[in-house]
């Protein structure tokens, strides 16, 4: 049975710092390329950062570039997202996601990925 468990969210303020988990069971992290997605309040799925099947590759959207890492643990089958210097805007829930490592690259629509988490809260404020 494929799981993903998201974890490490919560409230922090502006300036902080906070490192989410999602843990695989199931099948094996570096087999697939996996994603993280923001769902802020009101809006769609956007793709935050990724990280390739490999582990050579690496994807981050521009607001989160300098400030946010993509890591993976292939022994804890644990992808990591440490998210430095959180904004008002960071705020959300957050999920991993696979996709087949078929695909070119990690990054992509919703649609292109076949596992979701559950997701974690991400809640960035004063």
């Known amino acids: 049975q494929l799981q993903f468990v998201e974890s490490g969210g919560g409230l922090v303020q502006p300036g902080g710092s906070l490192r989410l988990s999602c843990a695989a069971s199931g099948f094996a992290v570096n087999a697939y390329h996996i994603a993280w997605f923001r769902q802020a309040p009101g809006k769609t799925h956007k793709g935050v950062s990724c990280?390739?099947?490999?582990?050579?590759?690496?994807y981050y959207t521009d607001s989160v570039k300098g400030r946010f890492t993509i890591s993976r643990d292939n022994a804890k089958n644990t992808v990591y997202l440490q998210m430095n210097s959180l904004m008002p805007e960071d705020t959300g829930v957050y999920y991993c996601a696979a996709k087949t490592k078929a695909a070119d690259v990690c990054y992509g629509a919703p649609a292109d990925y076949f596992y979701w988490g559950q997701g974690t809260q991400v809640t960035v404020s004063s």
């Open positions: 990280i390739s099947s490999s582990g050579d590759n690496t």
